[in-house]
């Protein structure tokens, strides 16, 4: 309370609260009055934060109530909260003054009695059915006589004697045992860590990897059997590379990791009767598969004795054949050497019939010289008259180009003449007074310089085609 109380009137003397006071008093009051206080409530709202502290509410049809669990509490719990969930929550209420809001910090949680369990079992096994992990096609089939059997269960109770008696008196093998616990807290993760572990042995290593598992526990009620229901233990199993059979409870309980195991057993009992066959009983097999196997080679033995002498029966004596064979060899013997004579001589006379055909290639080749003789002399004959027919020619050419020379023209007192840049000059007008002409004669050139007046230009006569019209007529 403030040490200064109001004086806003006389008619009063109630002291004034800052907020602060007045919450804390609030809190006081809750906590001393609600200290220990068990509520039933729907879980709605659930999360996880980073800190670990789990935050929800609790509902009904009435109202809602605010509840955390901390981080410490919340490994502790027997069971995982999740939305939907009807549970009874120990704890005490409180207030949290910094938002002015009443909650309760939950101390312990349990299900809200088997309908409610139901109910979550229920959802759980549809999830996870949708996510595939009870699918036929992942299950794995049990080894028919396994060495190592590998169980999860308690080692204090009646399942793993039992176990180990039907294992005793029908095949004897090894066991390796992982003790876990079987309800209560922690109980799932302790399995699901079990499972892990076996899986993770090393084949040939100084622990001997199973070839089967079996997770056992003896009946109770749903709330016992709770931690093989939950999620860990079921993903354990659907993850198992060793075939797995579950055996949890009676025949008549069920739990969501008999769907993920390779194969489900009743009881812990036939469950060790289905990991081995009876070794009696494989052994009476034996026996009988054995006597079967004599009985039938015999039977064949005998059949084929049968078919074989009657087969015999139908042969000739083979001294016979072997007579008829010698005898057979001898004329072949005494006809192989006459014909080898008889053939040399008829080859014989073959040869010499083929050398008397023979003609001998003197003559050819004296016939084919001389016609290489004749053929080579008129190749010469026809290159000598190719060559004259060309030199005349040829000097026929030249005669007609000498006589068709310029120089011939020069020779008769003609003159070429040029100008100065030595271009050739074909008319007198187009030499004009004091120009040097160059004036070549047949047998040299002289320099000459043109004297006297230009004479005029002769016109060019043009050539005028008459139109159509000047032509004249013809009648």
């Known amino acids: 309370m403030t040490d200064h109380p109001s004086t806003a009137g006389p008619d009063h003397n109630r002291p004034v609260l800052s907020v602060g006071e007045l919450s804390q008093a609030l809190k006081r009051h809750i906590e001393g009055r609600f200290e220990h206080t068990r509520v039933r409530g729907e879980i709605t709202g659930f999360r996880r934060a980073a800190s670990g502290h789990l935050y929800f509410s609790l509902k009904d049809q009435d109202a809602v109530l605010d509840a955390v669990c901390w981080r410490g509490t919340a490994g502790r719990l027997s069971l995982q909260p999740e939305d939907g969930v009807e549970v009874i929550a120990d704890g005490r209420v409180t207030t949290y003054p910094g938002r002015s809001k009443y ?45 190592v ?7 204090t109770g009646a399942v793993i004697r039992d176990i180990l008696h039907r294992l005793e ?10 003790p876990v616990l079987v309800q209560g807290e922690g109980a799932a993760e302790q399995v699901a860590t079990a499972i892990d572990g076996f899986n993770g042995l090393v084949p040939g290593g100084p622990v001997p990897r199973p070839d089967v598992l079996i997770v056992a526990r003896g009946g109770g009620s749903l709330e016992d059997l709770w931690a093989f229901n939950e999620e860990v233990v079921v993903r354990a199993a659907a993850a198992s590379a060793i075939p797995l059979i579950s055996a949890v409870g009676h025949e008549t309980d069920t739990t969501l990791i008999d769907f ?11 469950a060790a009767e289905k990991a081995v066959p ?46 008829e064979a010698g005898q057979r060899l001898d004329d072949w013997a005494e006809r192989l050497a006459n014909a080898l004579a008889t053939g040399l001589d008829r080859r014989r006379a073959r040869v010499a019939e ?17 016609r290489l003789a004749a053929e080579t002399r008129a190749l ?20 007609l180009l000498d006589s068709l020379s310029y120089t011939r023209v020069l020779e008769r007192g003609y003159v070429l003449a040029r100008d100065e840049a030595g271009h050739l000059l074909t008319s007198a007008g187009a030499i004009r007074p004091g120009v040097v002409l160059g004036l070549t004669f047949h047998d040299g050139e002289v320099r000459a310089r043109a004297e006297g007046d230009a004479p005029p230009a002769k016109p060019r006569r043009t050539t005028r085609r008459p139109a159509d019209d000047d032509q004249g007529s013809l009648l």
Do not use: Y
């Not at 059997?149 to 080692?155: A, H, L, N, Q, Y």
């Not at 008196?169 to 992982?178: A, M, Q, S, T």
């Not at 083929?354 to 001389?370: E, Y």
């Not at 010469?380 to 005669?399: H, I």
């Open 149 to 155: 059997i590998g169980v999860v269960t308690s080692p």
């Open 354 to 370: 083929a050398a008397a055909r023979l003609v001998s290639p003197a003559p050819l080749i004296d016939h084919g010289q001389s």
């Open 103 to 147: 909650q309760i910090v939950v101390e312990a949680m349990e299900m809200a009695g088997e309908g409610a369990l139901l109910k979550l079992l229920e959802e759980r096994r549809r999830r996870l059915a949708a996510e595939g992990l009870f699918d036929a096609d992942r299950k794995a089939a049990i080894p028919f006589l396994p060495e």
């Open 260 to 270: 993920a195991a390779d194969l489900r057993a009743p009881t812990p009992t036939a």
């Open 169 to 178: 008196e029908r095949f004897p093998c090894h066991v390796l045992l992982w």
């Open 278 to 323: 009876v070794r009696l009983e494989l052994a009476a097999q034996a026996g009988d598969m054995g006597a079967r196997l004599v009985a039938a080679i015999n039977r064949q033995m005998g059949d084929g004795r049968s078919r074989l002498e009657g087969l015999a029966r139908g042969l000739p004596r083979p001294g016979r054949m072997v007579e």
């Open 380 to 399: 010469d004959a026809a290159v000598k008259a190719r060559m004259d027919a060309a030199t005349n020619a040829l000097a026929r050419s030249s005669d």
